[in-house]
């Protein structure tokens, strides 16, 4: 038996404007960003080899100038909860948890700031230069679901000054 997981990751833009909240002028001097994610594939798993899977993602982003205090949250998805995401399956089922990550090392859950959850921040990002940023995923439990594709689908938004 082997299960198909995927996450799906549009992604948003903002433009955080501080001051006097005039859009246009301030827009133009802050400069514009682009950003790109990958959809996360945990590719074929089979529940019954006991290895949870894991996988990485990346979201990219290029700013036309020089821009300050770059922030990227990551919505929670179905689950309402970014400490606590699932992916579901399309015919219904149980839902399998996972996380979204910052580190490898599973120590910074990649969310919104609230709760128990980090966000990436940068006091600068230079202009005309691609950004990496990596995202890690790990399936949170080896439960025997349903077969099937199962999914999430995260919004990325972007902030800077």
């Not at 995401?85 to 990649?110: K, V």
Request: hydrophobic fraction near 40%; glycine fraction near 10%.
């Amino acid at each position: 038996m082997q299960i198909r997981i995927g996450i799906r990751i549009p992604v948003f833009l903002a433009l955080l404007i501080l001051g006097d909240g005039s859009l246009l002028p301030r827009a133009a001097e802050a400069g514009a960003c682009h950003v790109t994610a990958t959809q996360i594939d945990f590719g074929h798993f089979d529940p019954f080899r006991g290895v949870k899977p894991q996988a990485i993602g990346a979201i990219t982003y290029r700013c036309s100038h020089s821009v300050a205090n770059v922030r990227i949250t990551l919505s929670p998805g179905q689950s309402k909860n970014s400490s606590q995401r699932f992916l579901s399956r399309g015919g219904g089922g149980t839902p399998i948890p996972y996380l979204l990550t910052l580190d490898a090392s599973q120590t910074q859950i990649w969310g919104d700031g609230f709760g128990a959850t980090s966000v990436y921040m940068i006091g600068a990002a230079p202009a005309q230069t691609d950004i990496r940023v990596p995202v890690y995923a790990f399936l949170a439990s080896t439960t025997l679901p349903a077969v099937g594709f199962y999914c999430d689908t995260i919004t990325v938004q972007l902030t800077w000054e």
